[in-house]
């Protein structure tokens, strides 16, 4: 199936939609259908857990109910990736007893108008709507970057054993310079020509004194489209933090930690009373087994052709189109691996002393020849990144937010 943009001016000749994808996509179409004054009939989703359940009060329906529901339905098909999309689309067929047609739409417009119409970000329009361009129309270029994180603090209000961060293991904690972290974004921006979503990330985010400057100051950044910030579930931030995402366009992922993300309730009650776009990250249930905190911090001594077998077989690597799922940009640098920062934050390596190996210096040095670019490239193509012997191989999934005793700060 071929799925088109679907063109502002023809939605209200449209009967009704559904939007298959309750991520942040989804939840972005959804607050740019409501400000078009069109309300959807359902979300569908194919993971089985979100079903049956509402999202922003649309139902969220499986994709059997959908097909049989929904048929005449336009749908809005909310994922970046066009691999993704034409997965979505085969799966609906496959669920359609008679392999009828449907009809769905990517909504390229739709969140063009929406950003750049309501979404208050003091960016370069012309910048910015060609970053939207090259975001969902995947021009092959090794500079359009899916995702990276940024490192802004590792205090946080939880203690969690097996915290990929190792928080409750760090010899200090503390937030990142605001400075900083801005001045590392934007470095970032003069390499690449787009990046899909910028995550923050912490620690819980949410403590930094300067968060609402941070977001700012990152929003300023024309060649970013989207950006979220992660939250633990369990502190409200004050009320000109909701007041900033909401005019930013900055999306809450808050995680869900069981019994310890106490305040999920709160925060979507706030994010829905100040519109901010929220979701709640359905991969937070598991976290990742990174080995004991001793065998992170001494390495497990394999050898390098080992490494290049962990690196290649890590669940987080795709060096496809810079699909880089755990890169992140900290402290002047763009990392492949955030295990980078953990690993400096805890002690394990020294920044100072690293060889150049998966990463890139994204502050220009005027003194020297400016070859970010290729080193940049270098860093994504390398064959594997030197911490990687410091992770536990194979990944395994182990439950999420389990406590250590004492308090956090
Ligand atoms: S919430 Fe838990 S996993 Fe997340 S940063 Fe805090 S201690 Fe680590
Ligand atoms: S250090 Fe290597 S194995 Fe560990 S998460 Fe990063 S890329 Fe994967």
Redesign the pocket.
């Known amino acids: 199936m071929n799925i088109n943009d679907l063109p502002l001016n023809q939605l209200n000749s449209k009967s009704h939609f559904v939007i298959f994808g309750t991520g942040h996509l989804g939840v972005v179409c959804l607050n740019a259908l409501r400000a078009l004054k069109i309300e959807p009939s359902a979300f569908c989703d194919s993971n089985p857990d979100s079903c049956n359940t509402q999202l922003l009060n649309v139902t969220v329906k499986t994709l059997q109910q959908t097909a049989s529901e929904h048929r005449d339905a336009v749908f809005v098909i909310a994922a970046f990736r066009h691999d993704v999309r034409d997965q979505m689309c085969k799966l609906l067929l496959d669920n359609m007893k008679d392999n009828g047609t449907f009809e769905a739409y990517f909504p390229m417009s739709l969140f063009k108008w929406y950003y750049i119409n309501h979404v208050k970000r003091p960016i370069i329009l012309s910048e910015f709507e060609d970053t939207i361009r090259r975001c969902f129309t995947e021009e092959g270029n090794d500079y359009n970057v899916d995702t990276s994180q940024v490192h802004i603090n590792?205090h946080?209000?939880?203690?969690?054993k097996?915290?990929?961060?190792?928080?409750?293991y760090l010899p200090v904690r503390r937030h990142e310079n605001s400075d900083e972290i801005i001045a590392t974004v934007q470095g970032f921006c003069e390499i690449i020509d787009s990046v899909r979503t910028l995550t923050l990330?912490?620690?819980?985010g949410l403590l930094h004194p300067e968060i609402v400057k941070i977001m700012e100051g990152i929003t300023k950044c024309s060649k970013v489209m989207a950006i979220t910030i992660?939250t633990?579930g369990?502190w409200i931030p004050n009320d000109d933090v909701f007041i900033a995402m909401s005019r930013f366009g900055i999306a809450l992922r808050i995680?869900g930690?069981k019994d310890?993300s106490d305040k999920i309730d709160e925060l979507a009650s706030k994010c829905i009373e100040f519109g901010v776009v929220f979701f709640r990250e359905a991969r937070s249930n598991t976290?990742i087994n990174y080995g004991t905190i001793q065998q992170q911090i001494n390495g497990f001594k394999r050898t390098y052709e080992e490494n290049i077998i962990v690196f290649n077989n890590c669940i987080y690597i795709s060096r496809e189109h810079t699909r880089v799922g755990t890169s992140i940009l900290a402290r002047g640098r763009w990392y492949l691996c955030d295990r980078y920062v953990i690993l400096a934050n805890l002690g394990a390596i020294d920044e100072n002393t690293l060889d150049g190996t998966g990463f890139v210096s994204v502050i220009k040095n005027v003194d020297k020849q400016d070859d970010r670019k290729k080193q940049f490239l270098n860093a994504i193509m390398c064959e594997c990144l030197p911490v990687c012997d410091h992770c536990k191989f194979p990944q395994t999934v182990i439950p999420?937010?389990e406590?250590l005793t004492c308090s956090?700060s």
Do not use: I, K
Request: hydrophobic fraction near 30%; include cysteine.
């Open positions: 590792q946080c209000t939880l203690l969690c097996h915290c990929s961060n190792c928080v409750p990330v912490g620690g819980e992660v633990n369990t995680s930690y310890v976290f999420a937010g406590q956090g």
